[in-house]
């Protein structure tokens, strides 16, 4: 944890923003898999965890925004859990932690509530996504479970992505913290993939490196040589001499500030020649995407600039034609560009996203487009210091996606279908990486991990 003052702080910060009213900031709770004391892996909500520092199972944080009161809710937990558990810091011992002077058992929660509601208060609170923090929401509001989801704050929910958005010097390293063991991972990955060793074998080393430094992934990994499915999970595929590798992996650090990268890797150690056209547009998308970003400009700037590098060099290629500012104008670029160049990176991998991605990637001035690929972009407004960001163009040739655009002649006068016919066999190249955005300009925190098609090839087998 940090030190319990930078969690007052931010509590403090978060009333004043609110004003009135109560605040109920419920943690996660465990889930179990097949039954309920076989649980999933516990992992804390992003906000209850910026707040409050507790990554403990249970929990739920009471603010009164007018008195500055704090509580913290959770268990009593007797010998029953401490023979099969072992014991675990009290009530009271976590409350001090975190520097809440109140702490009282769930049963306090309800009558919190009740009194709140009967003076006419208000209680905010943010969406659930869960269905067990859902139900509580639902017996403590005597709402039901859609009138739970559907009645958060939207005045909490802003007043935690501005809190939240701006990242401390102290969150700033522990995002760096957890990319050097990205680097580690990656360096590792690139050193010990071959041609036939399996994406499984791989998956499993890096999972067991990630798990000996004392740390957990981020999310899924996706580690596949069909790059064209954006998140494939899958790794059931022997890799193959001129196969391409695509791994998108974050893992988080000690205080749980996540990284989230993505390599693209010939499997042979060289790319062939057209593998190495492509990867050269996404690198040059790379590069353009992240040279636009600075204090003040929308991100959707940096995502058009870098569909217009795509469009560029795939009409060098002679798969799209026309003029490129036009051809990203209509959407045509987002056949091969589906999504959006980036997202806000920090407790969540995808930032706060679970407050509602209109939250926090867009504002009075910005709102999301309806066009198809640019409607995929998460985060489209004004780019301010202390923001991280993800910034991650690709190129896929997704065989149903080219099919049904080709069937409806969509855009014909930008893409020249017959050309794509020798790439429906190619896959997808993707190229990631984390972003600050500093007082006049930018600052990538994930140089270390090579990119160049000169550096990975380098380094592809180097263990074989």
Not at 238 to 263: E, F, M
Request: proline share 5%.
């Amino acid at each position: 944890m940090f030190d319990s003052s930078v969690y007052k702080a931010r509590r403090a910060a978060l009333m004043r923003l609110v004003k009135s009213g109560c605040i109920l900031l419920p943690g996660n709770d465990l889930i179990g898999m097949n039954y309920p004391a076989n649980t999933f892996d516990f992992r804390q909500d992003g906000s209850f965890l910026y707040f409050t520092g507790l990554d403990t199972p249970g929990l739920c944080l009471w603010l009164d925004c007018e008195s500055g009161e704090e509580f913290l809710f959770g268990p009593v937990l007797g010998m029953e859990h401490t023979i099969w558990s072992g014991a675990v810091p009290s009530l009271s011992e976590l409350a001090a932690l975190s520097g809440i002077a109140g702490c009282e058992s769930l049963n306090g929660l309800t009558s919190a509530v009740q009194q709140a509601r009967g003076q006419r208060r208000s209680v905010h609170y943010p969406p659930p996504y869960h269905g067990y923090t859902t139900l509580l929401l639902a017996d403590l509001l005597g709402a039901s479970p859609r009138g739970a989801k559907t009645g958060f704050s939207r005045v909490l929910v802003q007043g935690i992505v501005e809190l939240r958005s701006i990242k401390s010097e102290m969150e700033v390293a522990q995002i760096r913290e957890a990319i050097a063991l990205s680097a580690a991972m990656y360096s590792h990955l690139m050193a010990v993939c071959v041609p036939g060793i399996s994406e499984m074998e791989l998956y499993g080393r890096s999972q067991g490196l990630i798990l000996a430094r004392g740390s957990r992934v981020a999310f899924p990994m996706i580690l596949s040589r069909r790059g064209e499915v954006l998140h494939n999970h899958s790794h059931d595929q022997i890799l193959a001499d001129g196969d391409l590798l695509l791994v998108d992996s974050g893992v988080v650090s000690p205080l749980g500030y996540a990284s989230d990268i993505t390599r693209t890797l010939p499997v042979s150690g060289r790319f062939m020649a057209r593998q190495e056209d492509v990867y050269e547009i996404v690198l040059r998308a790379l590069a353009e995407g992240t040279s636009r970003m600075a204090p003040g400009v929308p991100f959707v700037e940096c995502h058009l600039a870098a569909a217009k590098v795509v469009a560029q060099g795939l009409s060098d290629l002679g798969l799209m034609r026309g003029d490129p500012a036009e051809a990203v104008a209509s959407g045509a670029h987002a056949l091969f560009f589906p999504h959006g160049l980036g997202h806000m990176l920090g407790l969540d991998v995808h930032d706060m996203e679970a407050l509602g991605e209109d939250f926090v990637g867009y504002d009075d001035t910005f709102t999301r487009s309806g066009q198809f690929g640019l409607s995929g972009l998460r985060m489209a407004r004004r780019l301010r210091p202390g923001f991280v960001m993800t910034v991650e163009p690709g190129i896929y040739f997704i065989p149903a996606l080219i099919r049904q655009w080709r069937e409806e002649r969509r855009l014909e006068q930008f893409i020249n279908y017959a050309a794509l016919d020798a790439y429906l066999d190619f896959g997808g190249i993707r190229i990631e990486d984390d972003v600050l955005v500093t007082e006049d300009g930018r600052d990538v925190l994930s140089t270390d991990i090579p990119k160049s098609a000169k550096d990975v090839c380098k380094r592809m087998g180097a263990a074989s």
